[in-house]
């Protein structure tokens, strides 16, 4: 005699009760916030790495395809969109990967990068699908762009060229493609080549500067090292004013490179408001609240400074620059409410708001329930509460900034993952539509 057996309730990590989602919503929540293959505070990389393996044939594949797109132009994210292709390149009957494939390589380098990924698990000859979408892409890029990823790696952009047999669009294409086989693409301007020939830094930083030949997050990246070689500061902040608004830097870059040069902190702070400041605006009263439990500090990467607090405390300042009124709340194991700050402060306000702990979030939701009235409540999280979420107050909106499994935020809420600034725009264009 078999006795039925109820499942076991889904539960975050902290153990409070999770939602039940499809399991391309499992994938999204944990693509949209993942650098892949870097650990989070509950998960290894590895695992996360895995179980988007596992979901993608569970879903339909044009949801997948959408997703890596998503991931790669909105979210600005690399290797997750790889991953998520090659998933889907494994049964070619199922999808054609090429037009997404091509879609999702922005970078020269992302060509053996997806290669990489390909072979992870042995070597083996390309798919048709894969050979069109790698041809594809490779027809993007100009001299510049390849001969800076031009790298001595274990596949090379050669290879590449080689093995997808692109046909070149025209003569002067094809001419490039023979001097990249060659070996003979012009070096190009860039830092990293004017500084290894042994020039001296100052003076290669503000040529560069000058010409307009420093890309913004190269600019950002790069803020310290020009200091230390005393660039002449009026260069690099008139750079960082021009190229704001039109820098696809995330919000959580312009922290990284405050706290590099806290000397200049001003100056990035305006430019990091400034990105901001063509965004829709929100009408009527906005509550925004912060996650700060212990895990929202551990490090978005393991070569990074930033921490998944970091993502969301921008967010938070983000929300704050576009929002008519506006107050901002922290929850740990209590409700703490920041100073009326914007940039910079709000994130040091953020931050040193209480001690950072549990992570009840249904409590506080209610603590806010009988103190504020609002017309939406935006909470910035990664969503791993020890209690009960109950319902929003006025529109709800759940903005998860980690790869966890699973989460809370469903139901009455409007889930949002990823952490660059369309996570808050999605809000502005859905209350757009009524």
Known sequence: MRINQAPKPLLTHEGGPASPIQPIDELRRTVLACLLWEDGFYESGESIGNRIKQLVPQCKPHEVAELAIEARKKQRLRHAPLLLVRELARDPNRFSVAPTLCRVIQRA??????????WADGKKPLAKQVK?????????????????????ATIKLRDVLFMVHAKPVNDEQAAL?????????????????ALSGGTDKKEVFERLLREGKLGYMALLRNLRNMQQAEVEPALVFEALAAGAQK????????????????????????????????????????????DVSGSMDVKLSAKSDLTRLDAAAALAVLVRGICAEV???????????????????????????????????GSAIETLREAVKCDRLIVVTDEQTADRVGPPIGRGYIINVASSQNG????????????SEASVQYIAELEKQG
């Open 327 to 361: 107050r901002v709340f922290t929850f740990s194991n209590a409700v703490v409410e920041t100073p009326a700050r914007t940039g910079m402060a709000l994130i040091d306000a953020i931050n040193r708001s209480q001690p950072h702990h549990g992570t009840l979030l």
């Open 247 to 290: 820098s696809k830097a995330l919000p959580f870059r312009y922290v990284a490179a405050a706290r590099a040069v806290p000397a200049w902190e001003p100056q990035i702070d305006q430019a990091m408001q400034a990105a901001m400041g063509t965004m829709d605006k929100l009408a009527g009263t906005t509550v925004v609240l912060v």
């Open 408 to 419: 809370v935020g469903y139901g009455d809420w409007t889930k949002i993952n990823g952490w």
């Open 177 to 193: 493609w023979k001097r990249l086989a060659e070996g003979t693409l012009a070096t190009p301007d860039t830092w990293e080549v």
């Open 109 to 118: 380098d992302e060509l053996a990068e997806f290669l990489a990924l390909y």
């Open 132 to 152: 069109k979408g790698l041809a594809c892409a490779f027809r993007k890029f100009e001299e510049y762009h390849l001969a800076k990823y031009n790298r001595d």
